[in-house]
């Protein structure tokens, strides 16, 4: 196996690394077309000559609105090493959602695929630069036409570098160190509207670290389909892949028979994700044709995985681990042993890392012994640096002492493995996403027949759970759940819409007017038992 990696003050170190010490070794592929560590780190040093000339300093942000692909990968090291700030937009937002990110980011640059899988982004492109004065180049990540003369495309962004010696950028990345910011993570709240969570090179280093201590291939491939604005895109797999020199096997959009083609075809040896697409994958009619032998293990995070699907699962390779960690950690924190019991695997999150501090704390404000519910809670220099340009909600997440206030309630065993009871919080996962209530809630309530809406996270068999909705028409209002769904999906990700809808008279509040969810919640288990009898 190879020897541990080395470890570097900044993430983006690892690209000068490996181009010196593996320079043909493959850093990343997509439809076979395959970038060298050598290539990887020319086309970086490019953008980021490209990134100085467009006159970004450090500290500012640089977003990019892309499947994954080299593109992203090039754009987020040029600006990590320069030290500005990358931020991902995922292609399934709607025009929304991406204007109240790019409008709180502020980004001075905004990189854009103009068409991802049949949706023509052109002209949200052009309405996000409308007024941003922020905004000093934006570039179509396209050798094509350029849709205005305002734009332009990369091959003419890139030749704005031509004016800036390697001396400069020398001397930029100097300038960056480890405790800077090298990413932006937008995650929401309770309050539904998403906040920016600063990740730090040395988090992003340290997480990779430890993850590579627990999670171990050679050659160390990874199939890569998760959203470039996840922190599990940009940290746990591709700084995980750049830490060890290993390959970002792209795909553009999750598909299960492409999955397995891709694994097959490409000698995937890590087989990582969530358990809905790996179980979507292994529920494919004709996953029994393709060749797996390549993979050495598999591991996830994210969601909790059914026995059954760890059974199958270890047909494949005895290697499996599940992990846990949040945006604000910036990657997994507990680990369970590789090759662990399917007990531990489908009802804990492995062990706390020895590098994290990691305790849980009952209400009371004590540290939890074996056995008892607290919250998860988290310290060390790995974590987030805080929210961006929110003092206060950074205060309320991590304490004068340092500890992070995860929100997550959970206990340990006398094993030593961590059980994950729930979320303090009202926030549900969707096929591994996080999905807020309140930023539904608030969605539903703007529709014009809406007098009140309530958002509940219920089991569901593929995707973990799915978001169910109460919703109370405004008086002499009367529309079919059809036109709310539709009203939804075009306002929301398509993993945030409700999948089932409800339409009451009124809903039970609590004696301060707050709704009461778990009245409602009893009220939906009494409508599902109704549903079964009849």
Same mark, same amino acid.
């Given at each position: 196996?190879?020897?541990?990696p080395p470890r570097?003050?900044?993430?983006s170190?690892?690209?000068?690394y490996?181009?010196?010490t593996?320079?043909s070794?493959?850093?990343?592929?997509l439809?076979?077309?395959v970038?060298?560590?050598?290539?990887?780190k020319?086309?970086?040093?490019?953008?980021?000559?490209a990134?100085?000339?467009?006159?970004v300093e450090?500290?500012d942000?640089?977003?990019?609105l892309?499947?994954?692909?080299p593109?992203f990968?090039?754009?987020?090291?040029?600006?990590?090493?320069?030290?500005?700030i990358?931020?991902?937009?995922?292609?399934r937002?709607k025009?929304l959602?991406?204007?109240y990110?790019v409008?709180d980011?502020k980004?001075?640059?905004?990189?854009a695929r103009?068409?991802?899988?049949g949706r023509?982004?052109?002209?949200?492109?052009?309405?996000?630069?409308?007024?941003?004065?922020y905004?000093?180049?934006l570039v179509?990540?396209s050798d094509g036409?350029e849709? *205005?003369?305002d734009?332009l495309?990369?091959g003419?962004?890139?030749?704005?570098?031509?004016s800036?010696?390697m001396?400069s950028?020398m001397?930029r990345?100097?300038?960056?160190?480890?405790?800077?910011?090298?990413?932006l993570?937008?995650?929401?709240?309770?309050t539904?509207?998403?906040?920016?969570?600063l990740l730090p090179?040395?988090g992003?280093v340290t997480c990779?670290?430890?993850?590579s201590h627990?999670?171990k291939a050679?050659p *160390?491939r990874?199939l890569?389909?998760?959203p470039?604005?996840?922190?599990?895109?940009?940290g746990?797999i591709?700084s995980?892949?750049?830490m060890n020199?290993?390959?970002n096997v792209f795909?553009?959009?999750?598909d299960p028979?492409?999955?397995?083609?891709?694994i097959?075809?490409e000698?995937?040896t890590?087989?990582?994700?969530?358990?809905? *697409?790996?179980q979507m994958c292994l529920e494919?009619?004709d996953?029994?044709?393709?060749?797996?032998s390549?993979i050495?293990?598999?591991a996830?995070?994210?969601a909790?995985?059914s026995?059954?699907?760890i059974?199958?699962?270890?047909?494949?390779t005895?290697n499996?681990?599940?992990?846990?960690?949040?945006t604000?950690s910036?990657?997994s924190?507990?680990y369970?042993q590789?090759g662990a019991?399917?007990?531990?695997?489908?009802s804990t999150?492995g062990?706390?890392?020895?590098?994290f501090?990691?305790r849980?704390m009952?209400?009371e404000g004590?540290?939890?012994i074996?056995?008892?519910?607290?919250?998860?809670?988290?310290?060390?220099d790995?974590?987030?640096?805080?929210?961006?340009n929110?003092?206060d909600?950074t205060?309320a997440?991590i304490d004068k002492?340092?500890?992070l206030h995860?929100g997550?309630?959970?206990k340990?065993r006398a094993?030593g493995?961590v059980?994950?009871a729930?979320r303090?919080?009202?926030?549900?996962?969707?096929?591994?996403?996080?999905?807020?209530p309140?930023?539904?809630?608030?969605v539903l309530?703007?529709?014009p027949?809406?007098?009140m809406a309530?958002v509940?996270?219920v089991e569901?068999?593929?995707?973990g759970e799915?978001?169910?909705a109460?919703?109370v028409?405004?008086?002499g209002?009367d529309?079919?759940?059809?036109?709310?769904s539709?009203?939804?999906?075009?306002?929301?990700?398509n993993?945030?819409?409700p999948?089932?809808?409800?339409?009451?008279?009124?809903l039970?509040?609590?004696p301060i007017?707050k709704?009461?969810?778990?009245a409602?919640?009893?009220r939906?288990?009494t409508?599902?038992?109704q549903?079964v009898?009849s």
């Amino acid at each position: 196996m190879r020897n541990a990696p080395p470890r570097l003050e900044r993430i983006s170190d690892y690209v000068d690394y490996y181009a010196a010490t593996t320079p043909s070794a493959p850093a990343a592929s997509l439809d076979g077309e395959v970038v060298t560590y050598s290539e990887l780190k020319s086309r970086v040093d490019a953008c980021a000559l490209a990134l100085i000339a467009c006159g970004v300093e450090k500290g500012d942000r640089v977003a990019t609105l892309s499947p994954p692909c080299p593109d992203f990968l090039v754009v987020f090291l040029a600006t990590a090493t320069v030290g500005g700030i990358w931020l991902g937009l995922n292609p399934r937002y709607k025009f929304l959602e991406y204007a109240y990110v790019v409008g709180d980011a502020k980004p001075k640059v905004l990189f854009a695929r103009t068409n991802i899988d049949g949706r023509d982004y052109r002209r949200d492109v052009a309405a996000l630069s409308e007024d941003a004065e922020y905004l000093t180049s934006l570039v179509v990540l396209s050798d094509g036409p350029e849709p *205005t003369c305002d734009h332009l495309n990369y091959g003419r962004f890139i030749a704005k570098g031509d004016s800036i010696s390697m001396e400069s950028l020398m001397k930029r990345r100097e300038q960056t160190s480890g405790t800077d910011a090298a990413l932006l993570v937008y995650t929401s709240g309770t309050t539904g509207r998403p906040k920016g969570a600063l990740l730090p090179h040395r988090g992003l280093v340290t997480c990779c670290e430890v993850q590579s201590h627990h999670w171990k291939a050679e050659p *160390t491939r990874i199939l890569n389909f998760l959203p470039i604005n996840h922190v599990g895109c940009v940290g746990d797999i591709s700084s995980f892949i750049l830490m060890n020199g290993g390959c970002n096997v792209f795909m553009e959009k999750f598909d299960p028979g492409k999955s397995l083609e891709m694994i097959e075809k490409e000698r995937v040896t890590i087989w990582g994700g969530i358990p809905t *697409t790996i179980q979507m994958c292994l529920e494919h009619p004709d996953s029994d044709q393709y060749d797996l032998s390549s993979i050495q293990l598999i591991a996830w995070s994210g969601a909790a995985a059914s026995r059954s699907l760890i059974e199958r699962m270890r047909k494949i390779t005895p290697n499996l681990s599940v992990s846990y960690g949040l945006t604000e950690s910036v990657g997994s924190v507990t680990y369970a042993q590789v090759g662990a019991s399917s007990d531990v695997l489908s009802s804990t999150i492995g062990i706390p890392a020895s590098a994290f501090e990691f305790r849980i704390m009952t209400p009371e404000g004590r540290e939890a012994i074996a056995g008892e519910m607290g919250e998860i809670q988290l310290r060390g220099d790995f974590l987030m640096l805080g929210y961006f340009n929110r003092p206060d909600e950074t205060s309320a997440a991590i304490d004068k002492e340092g500890w992070l206030h995860t929100g997550d309630l959970g206990k340990m065993r006398a094993d030593g493995n961590v059980e994950l009871a729930g979320r303090m919080k009202e926030m549900f996962k969707s096929g591994g996403y996080n999905v807020y209530p309140r930023e539904i809630e608030m969605v539903l309530e703007e529709h014009p027949g809406t007098a009140m809406a309530a958002v509940l996270g219920v089991e569901d068999h593929l995707y973990g759970e799915v978001g169910h909705a109460f919703i109370v028409p405004a008086p002499g209002q009367d529309y079919s759940t059809e036109e709310i769904s539709l009203y939804c999906r075009e306002r929301l990700a398509n993993y945030k819409v409700p999948k089932g809808f409800t339409v009451e008279s009124s809903l039970p509040l609590l004696p301060i007017g707050k709704i009461d969810k778990s009245a409602l919640r009893a009220r939906l288990s009494t409508l599902e038992s109704q549903a079964v009898d009849s």
